[in-house]
Structure formats: structure tokens, C-alpha cells
């Protein structure tokens, strides 16, 4: 299943709500993903923060981790918006980390990546795209 330019504004609103619930007191950035899979359904997921600032969670792969429980191995990703938003609500442009952009083509290389550039309006581009040269297992 692909994923139209009205699922792509679904996802758009989906992450912006999301982000409402991130638990995010020390970067004080609230970030929410929404993911499309093949199936067509949605996962959303939210950063959420410790004391110990390295360990935290991106909301991408909480959508991610959501998405693979509820759907298994079987789980391939078609698209994800992912959005960020300031302590008094002032939405930000973010891309997906690294660490985050290795996790999005694990499940799906040829998926929609979603996010805001500066000036407000949403980019998509493949998850192909922001990762050139990424890490693979040469035997594999
Ligand atoms: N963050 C995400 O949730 N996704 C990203 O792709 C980049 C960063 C979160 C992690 C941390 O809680 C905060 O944003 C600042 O790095």
C-alpha cells in the first residue's frame, strides 16, 4: 500500500499531536512521530527523557517499536512525519537523527520520510535519501 499526499497530511497531524505527549523536561523539545506500515495502519510514538541525558528515547523509534509489536516481523514501513515543538508550543524544523534514520530503512529504504523545514511547511523525502553510505552487514 503507498501512501498519498492526503495520508502523508494524515501523518502530518498525527505527529503533531503525538508530540503533546513527550516527556521531554531537560531537551525541552517535544517531538512526535507517526508512522504508516504496508498495512496501512498507524503507530504513533513521543521522545521521553531521563536524568541520564544519553539514554533517552527518540519518538521515532517508539513509533517504530510500537509498530513491530503489534505487527511483527511482519511490519514494513510506508511512511512516517515526524514533528517538533518548543515548551510554548512553537512548532521547530527537526530531521531524524542518525541513530533514528539506520532504524527508519531497516524497516523500509523506499519509505516517505516527513518533517518541517524552516519556513513551516512539510518535506518528504525517502529514508533512502538521508542515509547514503549507511552501515549494512557485508554478508548478509
Ligand atoms: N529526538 C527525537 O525524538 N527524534 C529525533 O530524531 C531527534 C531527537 C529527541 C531526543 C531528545 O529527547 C530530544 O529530541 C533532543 O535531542
Known amino acids: 500500500m503507498s501512501t498519498s499526499a492526503a495520508d502523508m497530511d494524515a501523518l502530518h497531524t498525527r505527529a503533531d499531536a503525538a508530540a503533546q ?79 533514528c534514520r539506520q532504524a527508519l530503512v531497516e524497516f523500509g529504504a523506499d519509505a516517505q520520510v516527513g518533517f518541517r523545514q524552516p519556513d513551516g511547511t512539510w518535506l518528504t523525502v525517502s529514508a533512502d535519501a538521508l542515509l547514503p553510505y549507511r552501515f549494512c552487514f557485508p554478508d548478509r
Not at 33 to 40: D, E, H, K, M, V
Not at 46 to 52: K, R
Request: some cysteine; proline content about 4%; aromatic content about 8%.
Open 21 to 99: 505527549s513527550a516527556y521531554a523536561p531537560y531537551s525541552r523539545l517535544h517531538v512526535g512521530a507517526a508512522l504508516r506500515s504496508a498495512s496501512g495502519r498507524i503507530y504513533t510514538g513521543c521522545n521521553v527523557e531521563n536524568a541520564s541525558f544519553s539514554i533517552g528515547g527518540c519518538a521515532e523509534r517508539a513509533a517504530i517499536a510500537a509498530a513491530v509489536q503489534a505487527e511483527g516481523q511482519a511490519f514494513r514501513l510506508d511512511a512516517i512525519a515526524v514533528a517538533a515543538f518548543r515548551d510554548d508550543g512553537l512548532a521547530l524544523p527537526i530531521t531524524p537523527c542518525g541513530a
